[in-house]
C-alpha cells in the first residue's frame, strides 16, 4: 500500500502526458476501422507507435528519477525605505495582494486568514484556486526576526511544496531585501523536474516582478497604510 501510494504521483503525471496521444491512437483506429484495404495493418502499426511512445516515455520518467528533487532560486532589488516598512508589508499577509506575483496567475483565486495570528510568527494564509498549478493551499510565517529576516513555508494537501527567506539588510539610506525560495518538485514528480531546470527564469522571474511592485509599494506609500 505504502508503495502504490507512491507510484501514485509518477502514474499520474505519466497519465497526463499520454493523454492526448491514447486519444490519437483511439481516434485513428475508429477512422481506419471500416477501410478493408488497411483495417489488417493499422493495428499492428499503431500497437507498434503505442509501443515505441511508452518506450520513450519510460526513458522521459528514468531521466526524471535523475533529476533534482528541488530548486533554490534568489533574487534581490534595493528599496529607498526604512527596514521597518519593507518588514511590515511582508510579514503581513493582507499586505500581499498588493504586491505578490502568484495572486496574478488567478484574478478569481480565492484567500482567507487562517488563524487568530494576524502577523509575524505564526501567522498563516490559505488559498483556493482554479490554476493547475497553484491549486489549494496554505503558506506559514515559520520565523520572523522583526526587520530583519522572515521564513515562510507554503504547503499543499500537508505536502511541502516550497519554502521562502527573506533578508532584510540595511544600507545607508535605505535596504537590500533578498528573496529566496527553494521548491519541491515531487507533487508533479516528472514534469515538476524537468520544469526545475528552467526554475531560475521562471520562477526568478515572478520574484523580481514581485520585489518591484514590493519597491513601488513601499517607496510611495511610507508609513501612510500602517
Known sequence: RQATSILNPYCDDLFRIFEPLLAIYTATHKM?????????RWPWLL???LGALLALGGVFALGALALPKQASVQRSIYIDAPAEHVYHNVSDF?????WSPWLEWDP???TWPDGKIKRGEGARWCWKSQDDWLENGCIEIQSAHPYR???TIAQKDTQVVYRGDWRIQTQQQGVEVTWSVEVYLDQKPVTGRYMGLMADKYIGRELEKGLRKLKRRVEKKGTQFW
Not at 481506419?32 to 483495417?39: C, D, I, L, Q
Not at 493582507?94 to 498588493?98: L, N, S, T, V
Open 94 to 98: 493582507h499586505y500581499w495582494m498588493f
Open 149 to 151: 529576516s522572515i521564513h
Open 47 to 49: 500497437l507498434w507507435m
Open 32 to 40: 481506419n476501422s471500416g477501410n478493408r484495404h488497411t483495417s489488417s
Open 108 to 110: 478569481e483565486i480565492f
